[in-house]
Nanobody
Framework: QVHLVESGGGLVQPGGSLRLSCASSGRSVEYYSIGWFRQAPGKEREAVSCISSNEKTYYADSANGRFTVSRDSAGTATDLQMNNLRPEDTGVYYC???????????????????????WGQGTQVTVSS
Protein backbone atom coordinates (compact mmCIF):
# COMPACT_ATOMS: atom_id res chain seq x y z
CA GLN A 1 0.00 0.00 0.00
CA VAL A 2 1.37 3.38 -0.99
CA HIS A 3 0.70 6.16 1.50
CA LEU A 4 1.15 9.61 -0.01
CA VAL A 5 1.72 12.78 1.98
CA GLU A 6 1.88 16.23 0.41
CA SER A 7 3.77 19.11 1.96
CA GLY A 8 5.04 22.55 1.05
CA GLY A 9 1.82 24.47 0.69
CA GLY A 10 1.26 27.87 2.21
CA LEU A 11 0.49 31.52 1.60
CA VAL A 12 2.50 33.31 -1.06
CA GLN A 13 2.20 36.62 -2.85
CA PRO A 14 1.48 36.77 -6.58
CA GLY A 15 4.69 36.19 -8.50
CA GLY A 16 6.14 34.07 -5.73
CA SER A 17 7.16 30.42 -5.70
CA LEU A 18 6.36 27.28 -3.79
CA ARG A 19 7.71 23.76 -3.99
CA LEU A 20 5.27 21.02 -3.17
CA SER A 21 6.46 17.56 -2.30
CA CYS A 22 4.63 14.26 -2.45
CA ALA A 23 6.32 11.67 -0.25
CA SER A 24 5.49 8.00 -0.41
CA SER A 25 6.26 7.01 3.19
CA GLY A 26 9.70 5.73 2.26
CA ARG A 27 8.51 3.31 -0.39
CA SER A 28 9.91 3.68 -3.88
CA VAL A 29 7.45 4.87 -6.49
CA GLU A 30 9.90 4.33 -9.31
CA TYR A 31 7.38 2.33 -11.37
CA TYR A 32 4.45 4.56 -10.48
CA SER A 33 3.03 7.36 -12.52
CA ILE A 34 2.27 10.44 -10.44
CA GLY A 35 -0.37 13.07 -11.02
CA TRP A 36 -0.81 16.46 -9.40
CA PHE A 37 -4.31 17.86 -9.12
CA ARG A 38 -5.81 20.94 -7.55
CA GLN A 39 -9.25 21.96 -6.39
CA ALA A 40 -10.08 25.63 -6.22
CA PRO A 41 -12.89 26.83 -3.95
CA GLY A 42 -16.25 26.04 -5.51
CA LYS A 43 -14.71 24.24 -8.48
CA GLU A 44 -14.10 20.68 -9.52
CA ARG A 45 -10.71 19.10 -9.06
CA GLU A 46 -8.52 19.47 -12.13
CA ALA A 47 -5.29 17.93 -13.33
CA VAL A 48 -2.26 20.20 -13.15
CA SER A 49 0.69 17.99 -14.04
CA CYS A 50 1.88 14.42 -14.28
CA ILE A 51 5.09 12.46 -14.54
CA SER A 52 4.87 8.99 -15.94
CA SER A 53 6.75 5.89 -14.90
CA ASN A 54 8.87 6.35 -18.04
CA GLU A 55 9.56 10.00 -17.12
CA LYS A 56 7.24 11.77 -19.53
CA THR A 57 5.85 15.01 -18.12
CA TYR A 58 2.76 17.00 -18.99
CA TYR A 59 1.20 20.19 -17.71
CA ALA A 60 -2.14 21.93 -17.87
CA ASP A 61 -2.07 24.94 -20.18
CA SER A 62 -2.39 27.20 -17.14
CA ALA A 63 0.71 25.66 -15.57
CA ASN A 64 2.90 25.24 -18.63
CA GLY A 65 6.08 27.27 -18.38
CA ARG A 66 5.58 28.00 -14.69
CA PHE A 67 5.38 24.57 -13.02
CA THR A 68 7.94 21.76 -13.13
CA VAL A 69 7.37 18.22 -11.90
CA SER A 70 10.27 15.96 -10.96
CA ARG A 71 11.21 12.90 -8.94
CA ASP A 72 13.88 12.81 -6.28
CA SER A 73 16.94 10.62 -6.77
CA ALA A 74 15.75 8.08 -4.20
CA GLY A 75 12.49 7.58 -6.04
CA THR A 76 10.39 8.10 -2.93
CA ALA A 77 9.13 11.63 -3.55
CA THR A 78 7.83 13.72 -6.39
CA ASP A 79 8.06 17.49 -6.34
CA LEU A 80 6.06 20.20 -8.05
CA GLN A 81 7.99 23.44 -8.37
CA MET A 82 5.58 26.31 -8.91
CA ASN A 83 6.92 29.69 -10.02
CA ASN A 84 5.27 32.99 -10.87
CA LEU A 85 2.19 32.01 -8.92
CA ARG A 86 -1.11 33.68 -9.64
CA PRO A 87 -4.22 34.13 -7.49
CA GLU A 88 -6.01 31.63 -9.72
CA ASP A 89 -3.49 28.97 -8.62
CA THR A 90 -5.11 29.01 -5.20
CA GLY A 91 -6.56 25.71 -4.09
CA VAL A 92 -5.90 22.40 -2.42
CA TYR A 93 -3.20 20.47 -4.26
CA TYR A 94 -3.27 16.68 -4.29
CA CYS A 95 -0.81 14.12 -5.54
CA UNK A 96 -1.97 10.78 -6.80
CA UNK A 97 -0.13 7.65 -7.84
CA UNK A 98 -0.70 4.39 -9.59
CA UNK A 99 1.57 1.43 -10.28
CA UNK A 100 2.29 1.76 -13.97
CA UNK A 101 4.94 -0.71 -15.04
CA UNK A 102 3.64 -0.68 -18.62
CA UNK A 103 3.61 3.15 -18.69
CA UNK A 104 0.00 3.66 -19.70
CA UNK A 105 -0.66 6.81 -17.70
CA UNK A 106 0.55 10.27 -18.62
CA UNK A 107 1.67 9.26 -22.08
CA UNK A 108 -0.04 11.69 -24.44
CA UNK A 109 -1.26 14.24 -21.94
CA UNK A 110 -2.69 14.58 -18.46
CA UNK A 111 -4.44 11.46 -17.16
CA UNK A 112 -7.82 11.77 -15.42
CA UNK A 113 -8.44 11.18 -11.72
CA UNK A 114 -9.78 7.68 -12.20
CA UNK A 115 -6.40 6.56 -13.50
CA UNK A 116 -4.87 6.82 -10.05
CA UNK A 117 -5.49 4.51 -7.08
CA UNK A 118 -3.57 6.24 -4.31
CA TRP A 119 -4.18 9.79 -3.14
CA GLY A 120 -2.67 12.12 -0.59
CA GLN A 121 -4.68 14.27 1.80
CA GLY A 122 -3.87 17.52 0.01
CA THR A 123 -2.00 20.69 0.86
CA GLN A 124 -3.42 24.20 0.71
CA VAL A 125 -1.86 26.78 -1.58
CA THR A 126 -3.07 30.36 -1.28
CA VAL A 127 -1.79 33.05 -3.61
CA SER A 128 -2.80 36.46 -2.36
CA SER A 129 -1.36 39.87 -1.67
Amino acid sequence: QVHLVESGGGLVQPGGSLRLSCASSGRSVEYYSIGWFRQAPGKEREAVSCISSNEKTYYADSANGRFTVSRDSAGTATDLQMNNLRPEDTGVYYCAADLDVLSRLCQSGLSPENGYSHWGQGTQVTVSS
